[in-house]
T-cell receptor, first 113, second 115 residues
Framework: KQEVTQIPAALSVPEGENLVLNCSFTDSAIYNLQWFRQDPGKGLTSLLLIQSSQREQTSGRLNASLDKSSGRSTLYIAASQPGDSATYLCAGDPYNYGQNFVFGPGTRLSVLP | DTGVSQDPRHKITKRGQNVTFRCDPISEHNRLYWYRQTLGQGPEFLTYFQNEAQLEKSRLLSDRFSAERPKGSFSTLEIQRTEQGDSAMYLC?????????????FGPGTRLTVL
């Protein structure tokens, strides 16, 4: 059974810092990988999608990469802002069928002004 | 608003009552998913529709749970004889395979509290 670990579980940083969130799958066969943001009590907002033919994606201050040989992904946030405070979840799909999407528990990020 | 919508946003019920949640996906999306999320955990897959066909159900979906997508558009998730353990956030997502990739877009969720 595919299991997902996210490290760290929680992170508190001062505004302006660059930071890295980690995601690791027990089965490295990942077809698609998505990073999401979730604000307290809210749904998930898709941040980045890494498709099967890709190794990384960038959007603004966010960069996500996927190492398929190890089943590990990182989300890099540059110049963090208080508005980045949220829980960040990664999810992987081994078959591109969607229904096999497996989520990590999330990293709770607090960016202090 | 062209995103995924869910109704209601919050539901408080007493143990033993039945509840029904609705999800309206992005209009051109043919795939619809239901997930359950408890505090501090990532969402767990419950069930999946392609158009009106329910193609997969998780073992988490006991006999008390039923989902429908009668016309391939909106979907409902019903929980019968609710238990306190059903308290969670119920999330709906939709996707389309038009780009040959299954990128899921989520709704705001329905938070269920069973007293």
């Amino acid at each position: 059974k595919q299991e997902v670990t996210q490290i760290p579980a929680a992170l508190s940083v001062p505004e302006g810092e660059n930071l890295v969130l980690n995601c690791s799958f027990t089965d490295s066969a990942i077809y698609n990988l998505q990073w999401f943001r979730q604000d307290p009590g809210k749904g998930l907002t898709s941040l980045l999608l890494i498709q099967s033919s890709q190794r990384e994606q960038t959007s603004g201050r966010l960069n996500a990469s996927l190492d398929k040989s190890s089943g590990r992904s990182t989300l890099y946030i540059a110049a963090s802002q208080p508005g980045d405070s949220a829980t960040y979840l990664c999810a992987g799909d081994p078959y591109n069928y969607g229904q096999n999407f497996v989520f990590g528990p999330g990293t709770r990020l607090s960016v202090l002004p | 608003d062209t995103g995924v919508s869910q109704d209601p946003r919050h539901k408080i019920t007493k143990r033993g009552q039945n509840v029904t949640f609705r999800c309206d996906p992005i209009s051109e999306h043919n795939r619809l998913y239901w997930y359950r999320q408890t505090l501090g955990q990532g969402p767990e897959f419950l069930t999946y529709f392609q158009n009106e066909a329910q193609l997969e159900k998780s073992r988490l979906l006991s006999d008390r749970f039923s989902a429908e997508r009668p016309k391939g558009s909106f979907s409902t998730l019903e929980i019968q004889r609710t238990e306190q353990g059903d308290s969670a956030m119920y999330l709906c997502a939709s996707s389309s395979r038009d780009r040959d990739v299954d990128e899921q877009f989520f709704g705001p969720g329905t938070r269920l509290t069973v007293l």
